[in-house]
């Protein structure tokens, strides 16, 4: 049951992943995203991981294409206006996905499994209560980190967003 | 899952649907009476006896009436748009406990559609996709007002949002759970939250008018400013839709609120009464009371403040809301660590 579930979805995925990339309209694509991340969430709840699932909702689709779409709106208001890219770059840029595809693939090859469906070894590891016991005792300091890391970059964008007074 | 399990959710969702609709249904003659009242005016009473009719006249007004599509507007997404709106205004009603449990023919049959452990979180996700409606219908519509009310709308969305979340924390510290059922019990008597975290309360009102694109907030569809707003260009029905959205997510919020701070469907000395079908009964009762009051207060808000300039919107979230729901979660802290939950 899971198991067909997974494929559905994964092919959902890819599918409105593939039409982000070959939507003209930049609205559209931003909208085909947030489907994507949509699957993403319910792929989520497969593994029974229910906050990264409604936390991946909130922010990436409640929050951080809203603010892709917004700026989009803003931006890129008709589409004769977008830039071209000369060929030279968008052959660097095809070489360039290839390799991380390489990459990645080899990566999944390496760690095996395969035809094996991959089963959770605690499968209440994704509930709030178990999670946040993780987070703040064993990996206490990366998440710190990781705070830290993000709010520096947000510091670092208000300083480059603020108008110099002279 | 037997037969007597679905049916039973079934009849849950179809009346809590049907609630929501005649009760969004009815708050538009209620603000419009109320309106009347606070302008020294009679208000709609043509209409059947005290304009009771008038929301059925509307309704049958906004169905007949020709629709229109604009020429150069994105037909899909201008018809997503509305849909969107309506859609997500009516699903976020499934994690709300209306009651305690009742027991009907050797069943206990629970009032609440779904008792997810993420429910607080379920509600933020479908407030964050709320605004989608808006943005997508405003800029399918192809005109520059609407445009700007839904990049309006979007930052004004994202900003109390954050608000909010901080807001919750402080609540959630103190419950220590993110089902809504079970924060619902834990206030049972007179054990209401509010009296433990007030501000954040004020903050979570605040933020939820924001959210609901009520006055003092209704930026995105400042008549002086934008004509219509993100709805410039709808007509019939899909502008009911926009209009009706936003009186269902008035309800809604007001459930949330009643249910997160005012106690949801417990009153004092519920211990009291010994049947529990009654106490349930009388529980869903007084949790509709909290709801109406609740939109009372939305509409005596709209008629009373008026409408915020857009720099004061932004300054009142970012620099006043935000801060002060730090605050309160450091206070919140502070005092657990005093005086224990």
């Given at each position: 049951?899971?198991?067909?579930?997974?494929?559905?979805?994964?092919?959902?995925?890819?599918?409105?992943?593939?039409?982000?990339?070959?939507?003209?309209?930049?609205?559209?694509?931003?909208l085909?995203?947030?489907?994507?991340?949509?699957?993403?969430?319910?792929?989520?709840?497969?593994?029974?991981?229910?906050?990264?699932?409604?936390?991946?909702?909130?922010?990436?689709?409640?929050?951080?294409?809203?603010?892709?779409?917004?700026?989009?709106?803003?931006?890129?208001?008709?589409?004769?206006?977008?830039?071209?890219?000369?060929?030279?770059?968008?052959?660097?840029?095809?070489?360039?996905?290839?390799?991380?595809?390489?990459?990645?693939?080899?990566?999944?090859?390496?760690?095996?499994?395969?035809?094996?469906?991959?089963?959770?070894?605690?499968?209440?590891?994704?509930?709030?209560?178990?999670?946040?016991?993780?987070?703040?005792?064993?990996?206490?300091?990366?998440?710190?980190?990781?705070?830290?890391?993000?709010?520096?970059?947000?510091?670092?964008?208000?300083?480059?967003?603020?108008?110099?007074?002279? | 899952?037997?037969?007597?399990?679905?049916?039973?959710?079934?009849?849950?969702?179809?009346?809590?649907?049907?609630?929501?609709?005649?009760?969004?249904?009815?708050?538009?003659?209620?603000?419009?009476?109320?309106?009347?009242?606070?302008?020294?005016?009679?208000?709609?009473?043509?209409?059947?006896?005290?304009?009771?009719?008038?929301?059925?006249?509307?309704?049958?007004?906004?169905?007949?009436?020709?629709?229109?599509?604009?020429?150069?507007?994105?037909?899909?997404l201008?018809?997503l748009g509305?849909?969107l709106?309506?859609?997500?205004?009516?699903?976020?009603?499934?994690?709300?406990?209306?009651?305690?449990?009742?027991?009907?023919?050797?069943?206990?049959?629970?009032?609440?559609?779904?008792?997810?452990?993420?429910?607080?979180?379920?509600?933020?996700?479908?407030?964050?996709?709320?605004?989608y409606g808006v943005m997508i219908g405003g800029w399918a519509?192809?005109?520059?007002?609407?445009?700007?009310?839904?990049?309006?709308?979007?930052?004004?969305?994202?900003?109390?949002?954050?608000?909010?979340?901080?807001?919750?924390?402080?609540?959630?510290?103190?419950?220590?759970?993110?089902?809504?059922?079970?924060?619902?019990?834990?206030?049972?008597?007179?054990?209401?939250?509010?009296?433990?975290?007030?501000?954040?309360?004020?903050?979570?009102?605040?933020?939820?008018?924001?959210?609901?694109?009520?006055?003092?907030?209704?930026?995105?569809?400042?008549?002086?400013?934008?004509?219509?707003?993100?709805?410039?260009?709808?007509?019939?029905?899909?502008?009911?839709?926009?209009?009706?959205?936003?009186?269902?997510?008035?309800?809604?919020?007001?459930?949330?609120?009643?249910?997160?701070?005012?106690?949801?469907?417990?009153?004092?000395?519920?211990?009291?009464?010994?049947?529990?079908?009654?106490?349930?009964?009388?529980?869903?009762?007084?949790?509709?009371?909290?709801?109406?009051?609740?939109?009372?207060?939305?509409?005596?808000?709209?008629?009373?403040?008026?409408?915020?300039?857009?720099?004061?919107?932004?300054?009142?979230?970012?620099?006043?809301?935000?801060?002060?729901?730090?605050?309160?979660?450091?206070?919140?802290?502070?005092?657990?660590?005093?005086?224990?939950?």
């Open positions: 049951m899971s198991h067909s579930l997974f494929y559905l979805l994964s092919f959902i995925t890819l599918f409105f992943a593939l039409l982000v990339v070959f939507a003209k309209n930049p609205i559209h694509s931003a085909y995203m947030v489907m994507t991340f949509f699957a993403i969430t319910c792929q989520y709840l497969i593994l029974n991981a229910q906050f990264l699932a409604i936390v991946n909702f909130i922010v990436y689709m409640g929050a951080i294409m809203v603010l892709i779409l917004f700026s989009i709106m803003f931006l890129n208001l008709n589409q004769a206006t977008e830039p071209q890219k000369s060929s030279l770059l968008k052959f660097a840029g095809v070489i360039s996905a290839g390799l991380l595809m390489l990459t990645l693939v080899g990566a999944i090859v390496k760690t095996g499994g395969g035809d094996v469906p991959f089963e959770l070894i605690k499968p209440d590891i994704g509930l709030v209560k178990n999670l946040g016991k993780v987070l703040f005792n064993e990996f206490l300091l990366p998440f710190e980190i990781a705070s830290v890391l993000l709010l520096s970059a947000m510091v670092g964008a208000v300083l480059l967003a603020k108008k110099e007074i002279n | 899952m037997d037969i007597a399990f679905i049916i039973e959710k079934l009849i849950l969702i179809s009346a809590i649907l049907g609630i929501s609709l005649v009760i969004a249904m009815y708050t538009t003659l209620a603000e419009r009476k109320f309106a009347g009242f606070f302008q020294d005016r009679v208000g709609p009473n043509r209409a059947g006896p005290w304009g009771l009719l008038q929301p059925l006249a509307d309704g049958v007004k906004l169905f007949t009436k020709e629709e229109i599509i604009p020429t150069n507007a994105n037909t899909f201008f018809v509305p849909s709106s309506m859609f997500t205004a009516c699903i976020t009603t499934a994690v709300i406990p209306w009651g305690q449990d009742l027991f009907l023919f050797g069943r206990q049959i629970s009032l609440q559609v779904a008792d997810i452990n993420v429910g607080v979180l379920y509600v933020f996700g479908v407030v964050s996709l709320g605004v519509s192809n005109n520059k007002f609407s445009l700007l009310a839904a990049v309006r709308s979007a930052s004004q969305n994202i900003s109390y949002e954050i608000a909010m979340g901080l807001s919750i924390i402080a609540l959630l510290m103190m419950t220590g759970t993110l089902s809504l059922r079970e924060i619902s019990e834990q206030q049972s008597g007179m054990n209401w939250n509010v009296f433990y975290q007030p501000l954040g309360f004020l903050i979570f009102m605040i933020c939820s008018f924001a959210e609901t694109n009520r006055t003092p907030f209704d930026l995105p569809e400042c008549e002086t400013e934008l004509v219509g707003g993100h709805h410039t260009e709808y007509s019939s029905m899909k502008l009911g839709f926009y209009l009706f959205a936003e009186y269902i997510n008035m309800f809604v919020s007001s459930a949330i609120m009643a249910s997160l701070y005012f106690g949801g469907y417990n009153y004092p000395f519920m211990h009291l009464i010994s049947n529990p079908n009654i106490a349930a009964l009388l529980g869903v009762a007084v949790f509709f009371t909290k709801i109406l009051l609740f939109i009372f207060f939305f509409i005596w808000v709209r008629w009373t403040v008026p409408r915020f300039r857009y720099d004061q919107l932004m300054k009142l979230g970012w620099k006043v809301l935000i801060p002060l729901a730090i605050v309160n979660i450091a206070l919140t802290g502070a005092g657990i660590l005093i005086f224990g939950k």
